[in-house]
């Protein structure tokens, strides 16, 4: 079982991370930690958020700053060699993956990972492929897509395929999952479902950052929350406490809905 300590663990944090677009400061000396539990970052269009996400995963380079994940620098290192240390961005599923299974899509994600535990400890190829298999299951068989196990991937919904963007996670030792807007554009109750298997896994001790506009359908799932305007962080804390802190309100809040 987890203890408290492990759920307050700080996983990752970003320095005074500065990035700018010729005279655009996208970010502003931006400090964040990020615990082992699901933390919401929100705030009002074109205000760094995906920036943000962006530089901490290497898909920028930070101007200036820091980023730190289980204690080790990572700033500017490439998008894979991120990857491997357990951060997984996602982005729209590309159009090849379309073209695969659900069950494809599983197994191509553990390939890409490179060396796995099972290969290092020199089991037999066939064996290797069982174990993947197995795991691949289980893993649809937790986000409840195993009856789509031999659908191809265009066949499913927008819910389902970022359903299957977490299994493609699963797959590969992930510890801390980011993602830009996951229920975008997905109908409230598939949400509700995709927000649920994200708080399981954080019990299970992955974490998640995410971007996200639907406050209405995602508050109740988040543990912690930053604000983000003009690329700097304005306000964090708990829910309760970002909707009833007035300069939310007046930035973000006020213009919603
Ligand atoms: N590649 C880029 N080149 C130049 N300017 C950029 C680039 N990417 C983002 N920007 C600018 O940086 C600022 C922050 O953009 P960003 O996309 O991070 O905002 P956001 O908070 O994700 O907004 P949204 O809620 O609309 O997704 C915006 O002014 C945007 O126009
Ligand atoms: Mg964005």
């Known amino acids: 079982m987890e203890t408290h300590s492990e759920l307050n663990k700080v996983e990752l944090t970003t320095q005074k991370l500065t990035k700018r677009f010729g005279e655009l400061q996208a970010l502003d000396e931006v400090s964040i930690e990020i615990k082992n539990c699901i933390t919401l970052i929100i705030g009002p269009n074109g205000g760094g958020k995906t ?5 901490v995963t290497g898909f920028l380079s930070a101007d200036e700053g820091e980023v730190f994940f289980k204690k080790r620098e990572i700033t500017n290192l490439s998008p894979h060699e991120i990857f491997k240390r357990g951060i997984v961005r996602t982005f729209q599923t590309p159009k090849p ?3 695969l299974t659900v069950i494809e899509n599983l197994l191509i994600a553990e390939a890409n990972y490179g060396e796995s535990i099972i290969q290092s400890l020199g089991r037999s190829w066939l064996a290797k ?3 993947l298999v197995k795991k691949a299951f289980s893993v649809l068989d937790f986000l409840g897509l195993e009856h789509m196990w031999n ?3 265009m066949n499913l919904s927008g819910g389902q395929l970022r359903l299957l963007e977490i299994g493609r996670a699963l797959m590969c ?3 801390l999952i980011i993602m830009d807007e996951p229920i975008a554009g997905i109908a409230p109750d598939l949400s509700h479902a995709i927000l649920k298997k994200f708080r399981k896994l954080s019990e299970m001790g ?3 950052l995410i971007v996200e506009h639907r406050l209405d359908i995602v508050l109740e799932y988040v543990d912690h929350i930053y604000v983000m305007a003009g690329g700097r962080i304005i306000a964090e804390g708990r829910s309760k406490d970002i909707l009833e802190n007035p ?3 007046e930035v973000y809040l006020g213009a919603q809905s």
Do not use: C, D, G, W
């Open 51 to 55: 920036t943000l996400i962006n530089t």
């Open 97 to 99: 993956l379309l073209k």
């Open 206 to 208: 992955i974490s998640f």
């Open 129 to 131: 492929e069982e174990m």
């Open 151 to 153: 659908e191809f991937a």
């Open 173 to 175: 030792q992930t510890k």
């Open 247 to 249: 300069e939310v309100i």
